[in-house]
């Protein structure tokens, strides 16, 4: 145990490091919600200059109603905390459309629209006859119900009512557990190679069937991206919702500091032989220490591997905390928005929602940008193995020059100007894009504006972290929140979530922490809860 003294400094009742969705969130309803040992200060310590971490709404020149998320962007109605903490807090929504029937489905050399995807005579693969009839309600849910249908012996399962928690801690399938087996392979076990490929090719992800263990990943899979699923957005932004979190946790007494960037922490022994978490940060190259009595690490998987990997936590012979921090897979994404002058996909009858394509562009966004411009942007997302094909272009050091709708450059304090896009990387997805649409290039359809952000770039490692093979999710889900029994040290947010990617992650690991640890009630915007002090 190492000694201290503390005797002179202040002493946090809670520290949060980490100031994106869970780390805002759990410092807001610590101040806000009465528990047994309330915190009466409560301190939030972030390595940027912002708070939101992986929600980032930026405006582009020339579309000053948009918000184009080079981050999250949306959420589904399935997503109970998001669905009622968005009305709480007085943040307007509007529908989030995705499959438009005029819109582009672009699937080896054959030009489609999304309604021709339920037609088995159009799309340009080879389905059995039972794929064939079942194709409108998706392969996903045909090779979950095969898959579960031997699971679970029954000759008909309903996916509404599957125990997925119970399959996951002791289902197995051909003899071996759930979690010891890929999705992927279960998938192309319960379905023809070429409906599996017609999954993944209009799916536009690669990540999410790669990834993920069988045992989670189909429910993943149908929750967030089932047939009957309906998204919707901030229409001020994603980011909007950590913005005004920051201002509730504020006006609740928290104290935010930004630029302060977490090197590492222990649990020190004071000279009175009381116990405290020891911080040490860095600010503009300046070292600061800060003590508190609990500390809540608001991180990802790879921002807690960048921390000094020493101490009652972090230390090389805490074999167990290690094995829990690395039972996820950070997965690379990256987003790119390119605006143009006029919006030609209109022409086409185009005029929101999602296109797909097997490109490597994969999948692109129709964004919503107002009502007083001629101007469109279109959002490219996208992960997994295609990135192979993108890293090279992303690392070219020439980047877009950015112009305003009138030629000029745009002022350089802009938000959007703060994520340049690589100039060879802009002009092949502009080429791709052309190519899904089937439209000649022209000097005047040239983008005049990009943005672009890499998730996987330190200290996120990944847009989302997703459960591999080998890991009793749960498990882990439960005993990371606080690694160390006798430690006040707890970590929350997406990584280890079951909303792996969904801001519902976020704050649902936040919850079990706040309810399971620190003595909390249901959160205020849930029916049967307490409301919060005035």
């Known amino acids: 145990m190492t000694h201290s003294t503390a005797s002179s400094k202040t002493v946090l009742d ?11 969130y759990s410092g807001w309803r610590l101040l806000t919600t009465p528990s047994p040992d309330q915190p009466q200060t409560v301190s939030l310590f972030e390595g940027s200059d912002r708070v939101g971490g992986r929600l980032l709404s930026v405006t582009p020149p020339g579309m000053p109603e948009a918000r184009i998320e080079l981050g999250g962007m949306r959420f589904t109605t399935g997503q109970q905390l998001v669905m009622s903490l968005v009305p709480y807090l007085k943040l307007a929504t509007e529908p989030f459309p995705v499959g438009q029937n005029q819109n582009m489905a672009y699937l080896r050399g054959h030009r489609l629209r999304t309604a021709d995807l339920n037609d088995p005579d159009k799309i340009p693969y080879v ?5 064939r009839d079942g194709l409108k309600d998706g392969f996903t849910a045909m090779a979950a119900e095969n898959f579960l249908q031997k ?10 009512t599957v125990p997925w928690e119970k399959l996951a801690r002791s289902g197995q399938y051909e003899g071996h557990y759930l979690r010891d087996l890929p999705m992927r392979y279960v998938f192309n076990r319960s379905v023809s190679h070429e409906a599996f490929q017609f999954a993944e090719d209009t799916s536009g992800y690669d990540s999410i069937f790669f990834t993920w263990n069988a045992a989670d990943g189909f429910p993943w899979n149908l929750a967030d991206y089932g047939a009957t699923i309906e998204y ?20 609740a007494g928290g104290k935010l500091h ?50 000094a990997q020493n101490g009652a936590v972090l230390g090389p012979e805490q074999h167990e905390v290690h094995r829990l921090i690395q039972s996820v897979t950070p997965i690379p994404l990256f987003k790119l928005a390119l605006c143009y002058r006029e919006r030609w996909w209109e022409k086409l009858g185009i005029t929101q929602g999602q296109s797909v394509t097997d490109l490597p562009i994969r999948q692109c966004y129709y964004w919503p940008v107002g009502d007083d411009t001629k101007a469109g942007a279109i959002l490219i997302y996208n992960d997994g193995l295609d990135l192979d094909y993108w890293c090279d272009l992303i690392a070219h050091p020439a980047k877009f020059q950015n112009k305003t709708l009138d030629g000029d450059v745009p002022w350089p304090e802009q938000e959007w100007m703060q994520h340049p896009a690589p100039e060879l990387m802009v002009q092949e997805a502009h080429r791709q894009l052309l190519d899904i649409h089937g439209i000649e290039d022209h000097p005047d ?42 430690v006040p040290v707890f970590i929350c947010g997406e990584a280890y979530s079951h909303g792996q990617g969904w801001v519902e ?11 399971g640890h620190f003595g909390l009630g249901r959160p205020p915007y849930l029916p049967g809860a307490q409301p919060p002090k005035p």
């Not at 978490?277 to 070292?287: A, K, N, S």
């Open 14 to 24: 809670v520290a949060i490091v980490g100031g994106g969705v869970s780390g805002l």
């Open 505 to 515: 992650g976020a704050l649902e690991t936040a919850e079990a922490m706040l309810q």
């Open 151 to 160: 699971v679970m012996g029954q000759p008909h399962v309903d996916l509404k």
């Open 127 to 131: 389905l059995t006859p039972a794929e």
């Open 258 to 307: 930004l630029k302060h960037r977490l090197i590492g922490f222990d649990h020190v022994e004071q000279e009175d032989g009381s116990k405290l978490i020891e911080m040490h940060f860095d600010r503009d190259g300046h070292r600061e220490t800060v003590y508190a009595r609990k500390l809540i690490l608001a991180m990802p998987r790879r921002s807690l591997e960048l921390l």
């Open 445 to 486: 359809l040239q983008p005049y504006a990009a943005a672009f952000r890499d998730w996987g770039e330190d200290p996120f490692g990944g847009g989302a972290n997703f459960w591999p093979q080998h890991v009793e999710s749960y498990e882990v889900a439960r005993q990371i929140l606080k690694p160390v029994q006798d």
């Open 232 to 251: 919707k957005r901030l229409v001020q932004g994603y980011e909007s919702l950590p913005l005004t979190l920051r201002g509730k946790f504020e006006e």
